[in-house]
């Protein structure tokens, strides 16, 4: 069964428009500069960590959040040279257009947005909701990482001295680079963990304990969300579920940001969800077929904690059913 495309698509103000292996993607050019957009359809996820997963925090407390309506996200962290091309000026001190913008405040991000929206016909660019960005960022997956339970340098752009699960350190490049230099997720989606930490829409606060539909966050706190961890940070800091804050004028060399669509939800939206939601459940079972699953279960409950490592030899790995 064909994925439904949403409605009004390929729209007008697009410069190019397609479908590939991971879905659909738009393209739009301002100022002779193009970025790619990918869809992301509706669906539900759990946001937040489950209380067995390594260096969680309170913070992360487990949710179901249902995101009603589809929207479109950069495929990339907003580039240098698409900054320059709209503010005509570069916040950041190392100089490369291909590389994430940084030293970019929420403030600055917003005046950003909103001067780019007057340069295309009724489109509205945004930052992403924190549940928007979360179930971009897992595509579809339940692990610490979209990449597995698991993270190397040649996934992300992390500070290696920091790994994850007790592994050997590894590359620290320590600086941001290319925005498509390494592999994308599921979703086509690259860097959603590393190189830098990304603005969210929502002010800062705890989440819900029952389950949400299209989440926006609390109103009006004392910080923002950001998310995704940086070149400088420890793996632990890039998980699919881990969170950060600043004050909304906040510039930092390991800050940056993407942007979504939001546009007014398909018609069919119910149905579409219904077919889909068969799609995924079909490749669930063909994926499953003779499939052993695997989870790493800590010794003790208290290695949740932020600052303590897990030693290899602490570790358990225990077939699903059999304790």
């Not at 103000?13 to 991971?22: M, V």
């Not at 570069?90 to 994430?100: A, I, L, M, R, V």
């Not at 929502?202 to 940086?230: C, F, H, I, M, Q």
């Amino acid at each position: 069964m064909k994925i439904i495309p949403p409605a009004g698509f390929p729209y007008t103000w697009c410069s190019n428009s397609g479908e590939d292996k991971f879905g659909f993607w738009l393209e739009f050019t301002l100022k002779r500069i193009t970025r790619r957009m990918r869809w992301i359809r509706q669906g539900h996820f759990s946001m937040g960590s489950p209380y067995d997963e390594l260096h969680r925090h309170h913070y992360e407390t487990r949710y179901e959040v249902t995101l009603s309506k589809g929207f479109w996200i950069t495929d990339t962290a907003c580039t240098q040279e698409l900054w320059n091309s709209i503010m005509e000026k570069n916040p950041g001190t190392d100089f490369n257009q291909k590389e994430p913008v940084v030293n970019v405040s929420w403030d600055d991000c917003d005046s950003f947005l909103k001067k780019m929206n007057g340069l295309l016909e009724n489109v509205v660019f945004s930052l992403p909701t924190e549940a928007q960005w979360e179930y971009a960022c897992r595509a579809g997956t339940t692990d610490p990482f979209s990449f597995g339970m698991n993270i190397s340098p040649e996934q992300v752009n992390y500070n290696g001295n920091y790994p994850y699960l007790g592994d050997t350190k590894g590359l620290n490049r320590g600086k941001t680079v290319a925005v498509k230099s390494l592999p994308a997720n599921q979703w086509g989606l690259y860097k959603m963990h590393g190189n830098v930490w990304e603005w969210c829409k929502d002010w800062y606060g705890d989440y819900n304990t029952e389950s949400v539909t299209d989440p926006a966050g609390p109103a009006n706190r004392k910080y923002r969300v950001l998310r995704g961890g940086s070149a400088f940070s420890g793996a632990a800091d890039c998980r699919s579920a881990a969170r950060s804050r600043c004050h909304s004028d906040g510039r930092y060399k390991r800050n940056g940001f993407r942007f979504v669509w939001n546009p007014l939800p398909p018609e069919n939206t119910e149905k579409q969800l219904e077919e889909e939601k068969a799609i995924d459940d079909d490749k669930s079972k063909e994926k499953d077929k003779g499939k052993e699953e695997y989870v790493i279960i800590p010794e003790k409950e208290e290695l949740v904690a932020r600052d303590i490592t897990m030693p290899k030899d602490k570790m358990k790995k225990i077939r699903k059913g059999r304790m």
